[in-house]
């Protein structure tokens, strides 16, 4: 059962969905790590930090979108558009989307996807991919609902290279270079 936490009444006339404007980076990386830690989604190939942010807003900026309620970032979507060699067809990926948890329920995600989506097809997609983790109930739900199917179940594998005998001997080398750096710097 969705509960609603937000102690305020929320006002869906004061929420509007707009293009991120540079300033809006730094409270969305704030929000994005709230959502988006590793030890809630460990298989998520993608990682958030600052340099995906501010990538995704210089390649794709015009399909990056904040929910601003009042002033106050409570939601994003970060999407990119690709088409697949020797395919006509052009994709729109939705990549990066949270909704603060204080906000969440209020229809404020489907807001975010709608306006991707209409973006995603003036800009001439004709089909919407979306991936997450499937013990991430909130989002299967959500796709679900937003009438997003054909679900491929993929598995991640991962593989330790630290105990690789060409890490270790790299490892080696950058160590020895830092300290003949120090000894160099000090003399
Ligand atoms: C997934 C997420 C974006 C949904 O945002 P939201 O604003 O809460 O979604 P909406 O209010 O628009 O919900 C739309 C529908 O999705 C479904 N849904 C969303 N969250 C749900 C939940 N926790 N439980 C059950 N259904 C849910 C419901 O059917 C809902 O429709 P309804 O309210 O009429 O029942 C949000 O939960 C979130 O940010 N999660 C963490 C980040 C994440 O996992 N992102 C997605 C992968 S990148």
Known sequence: MKVARH??????????????RLDDLPKIFVLGEKLFTA??????YRSWDQYELVEFFLA????CFVADYDGEIVGFVFGTLFEKRKKAWIYGHVS???????????????????KLTDVFI???????LADTDPHNNDAMAFFQKNKFENEVPHIYLSKN???HP?????RRLSIRRKIFHRKRVKM
Do not use: C
Request: without cysteine.
């Open 7 to 20: 102690k305020k009444r929320f006002n869906a006339s004061n929420l509007d969905i707009r293009e991120t």
């Open 39 to 44: 030890e809630k989604w460990p298989v998520l």
């Open 60 to 63: 794709d900026g015009d399909f």
């Open 96 to 114: 990066w989307l949270g909704v603060s948890e204080d906000y969440k329920g209020k229809g404020i995600g489907t807001r975010l996807l709608k």
């Open 122 to 128: 003036v800009n001439g997609a004709r089909m919407m």
């Open 161 to 163: 290279l630290t105990d």
């Open 166 to 170: 060409h890490y270790i001997k790299q």
